[in-house]
């Protein structure tokens, strides 16, 4: 599985954005996926899961409510809704996938054998 992120930009705080993963190969639709997200200096964090059936899905606290994570199997892609951006969250955002995982693994980002290139994310204030 190749996945490329993309939709990225320069907003202002209050904006919104969403963001696209394109995924090749026809497992995707079998795999769990994820966004997660890393700012200048820091670790790279977890953002939102999805399962691969699009039933189930996980956000950290501090987009809970804001982001809403989505997928479409039929087109190989996954989005990433942001509304209400903030400054906090300026960050290269990647998507990543792996086959079927355990709930607890899902914000775990040792969990994903496949990552896309991020795609950057700026909010000013």
């Known amino acids: 599985v190749q996945l490329q992120a993309s939709g990225g930009g320069l907003v202002q705080a209050g904006d919104s954005l969403r963001l696209s993963c394109a995924a090749s190969?026809?497992?995707?639709?079998?795999?769990?996926m994820a966004w997660f997200r890393q700012a200048p200096g820091k670790e790279r964090e977890f953002v939102a899961a999805?399962?691969?059936?699009?039933?189930?899905?996980l956000y950290a606290d501090s987009v809970k409510g804001r982001f809403t994570i989505s997928r479409d199997n039929a087109k190989n892609m996954a989005y990433l809704q942001m509304n209400s951006l903030k400054p906090d969250d300026t960050a290269v955002y990647y998507c990543?996938?792996?086959?079927?995982?355990?709930?607890?693994?899902?914000?775990?980002?040792?969990?994903?054998?496949?990552w896309g290139r991020g795609t950057q994310v700026t909010v000013s204030s």
């Open positions: 990543a996938s792996t086959p079927r995982i355990a709930y607890s693994g899902l914000a775990v980002p040792s969990s994903y054998h496949y």
């Open positions: 999805m399962r691969y059936s699009g039933g189930t899905s």
């Open positions: 190969g026809r497992t995707f639709r079998d795999w769990d």
